[in-house]
């Protein structure tokens, strides 16, 4: 099922992960392909046959995108309409950061988007200009996002945790965390099953619902970390870019869409510290 699989994005956390799933597909990171340049897209596609694309490219700095704009959406909106224009089926990832976290109840994917930062709206406008221009297209939301490879919260609160002996994290934050190497999963099982009648968007993240404060104490204690994790409020730990407070998502479409199973963010985070623990 992986030949004429174009991954972009191949360097990122979730791009790693489809190494492992996906050996056969063509993996191109901004040093193989520039998903900016319209040009460069289409020859590429052509020249490798490509049959389907998963975008997993995307300016993810949060808080750099407020101020790095034009790039933000170069990257979030201009990549994604130009290997949705490239004439094959895609899967593009996109994010919670679409909603504005206003809400008491998970997010469906059909309810009312407001992003309340550059990312987000970038990110929005990029599933719309995918919708819009490619004939058979998944967009596939998630939240939380982090594995063995990268930067990411889990192999922070590693670092910190070795480091300190207490550390503050905001506890008025809810979400689902979400294992890369899940989600990866997740997509290939949902490779052979996309057509034109199931276009559109779906959620995904891990099951199960905590606080980055909640995420923190299990990870120092699957850890072995005896660093005390204290709770704190947003407003405690101020950052340039506006985060969603609530960003549960609604996954019954993807799972009754194409029969998958979704594991518990503890499992996923108990293989990922597997796999960091084999890294070293």
Known sequence: MSDNILITGANGQLGTEFKKLLPNAIFAGVDVLDITDLDAVKNFVQKNSIKIIINCAAYTAVDKAEDEIELAKKINEDGPRNLALSGTKIIHISTDYVFDGNNYKPYLPQDKTNPISVYGRTKLAGELAVLENAKIAIIVRTAWLYSAHGNNFVKTMQRLGAEKETLNVVADQIGSPTFAGDLAQAIVDILPQINEANKGIYHYTNEGVCSWYDFAVKIMEL????????????????TKATRPFYSV???????????????????????????????K
């Open 223 to 238: 850890s072995g970390l005896n660093c005390k994790v204290n709770p704190i409020p947003s407003s405690a730990y101020p």
């Open 249 to 279: 998502l609604d996954k019954a479409s993807i799972k009754e869409t194409f029969g998958i199973v979704i594991p518990h963010w503890e499992y996923g985070l108990k293989r990922c510290l597997f796999n960091l623990e084999k890294m």
